[in-house]
């Protein structure tokens, strides 16, 4: 009996970015899932993972985009988030188990007395339950299965730590702004510590991933409401034009390079071309070049040249 031929699905061609807003509940992962179903994008990915009783920015690349991830993901984060005051878990969030308990409510005073020591490039542990690797192992793996995991204490940039406001004497709302690899969840256990209590995260959302805002969030619901619409002749490039930012919103804070037409040409083939004005850089680390303000390519400037090391197929 001959072998019966499988057909897979058409793969488009999706350049580009679509800023989530990830709903409670669900993994980083599941949420990109339900997009690869809808898209069915060649290549995708996203940049920064969410937990699932986290809410909010999940920046979602498509193609080209992928090559832009790690300018986002460097980017400063922005997380609202609730602490509830008189327990202390071992995940740091609800998630997990009660390991402490305590008494003590801070007022409005001492909170605000405490969190100048919390901003700048400060100390701090990670949680037990994270992806960090101990021994070629994730910690929060080890932590499941029992063993006592110890992880070093490393420094991270809090740029802001506003107390939003007191909910109730057993919650506290705060607003941080961080740089890469800061556990809010270790900000509210410490929290508490240093207040003379206990703490954890209760609520967290996320607003703001590098150069994307609450203003770019699109809601999940209503990409799959239109999805459905697509029997109706709603298509997948009218989703994209809907949806998806062009792939140079990611690069944002970098040098742009303007070339013409055959320099353009030639930094696709990975040559360095020599740039010319007078208000041309001389040495950048990083920048990229754009025709027509198209991306061209991403790479660095030696002594006026601009030499690409990855380069974009727009």
């Not at 009783?53 to 400063?76: H, N, W």
């Not at 020591?117 to 299965?145: C, D, H, W």
């Not at 909910?167 to 270790?186: I, P, S």
């Amino acid at each position: 009996m001959a072998r019966q031929k499988q057909f897979k699905r058409k793969k488009n061609t999706i350049n580009g970015w679509l800023v989530l807003d990830k709903p409670y509940g669900i993994t980083s992962n599941d949420a990109l899932s339900k997009l690869k179903r809808i898209f069915s994008p060649q290549k995708v990915g996203h940049a920064g993972t969410l937990d699932p009783r986290a809410s909010g920015l999940l920046p979602v690349a498509f193609g080209e985009a992928t090559k832009t991830v790690p300018f986002v993901m460097d980017g400063r984060k922005v997380y609202r988030f609730e602490v509830t005051w008189g327990t202390e878990t071992n995940t740091d969030d609800t998630e997990g188990d009660v390991i402490a308990t305590s008494d003590v409510r801070p007022d409005v005073d001492a909170i605000r007395a405490v969190l100048g020591v919390f901003v700048g490039t400060i100390m701090q542990v990670p949680p037990k339950f994270s992806a960090i690797k101990v021994g070629g192992e994730r910690a929060y793996n080890l932590a499941r299965e029992g063993e006592e995991v110890e992880l070093e204490a490393r420094p991270i940039d809090v740029h802001r730590l506003d107390l939003v406001e007191c909910v109730d004497e057993n919650r506290a709302l705060f607003e941080a702004e961080c740089g890469k690899g800061t556990y809010v969840r270790a900000l509210a256990r410490d929290l508490g510590q240093r207040l003379g209590t206990c703490g954890h995260v209760s609520e967290l959302r996320r607003l703001l991933v590098g150069p994307f805002g609450e203003e770019d969030l699109v809601k999940l619901d209503e990409i799959l409401e239109m999805a459905a619409a697509q029997e109706e002749g709603t298509s997948v490039e009218t989703l994209v034009e809907e949806f998806v930012l062009p792939v140079r919103e990611a690069m944002d804070e970098l040098v742009e390079i303007p070339v013409t037409l055959d320099d353009a040409a030639k930094i696709r083939k990975g040559m360095a071309v020599l740039l010319r004005g007078r208000e041309a850089p001389l040495n950048t680390e990083v920048a990229f070049a754009s025709h027509a303000s198209v991306p061209v390519a991403i790479g660095s400037i030696d002594k006026g040249r601009f030499q690409p090391s990855r380069v974009f197929h727009l």
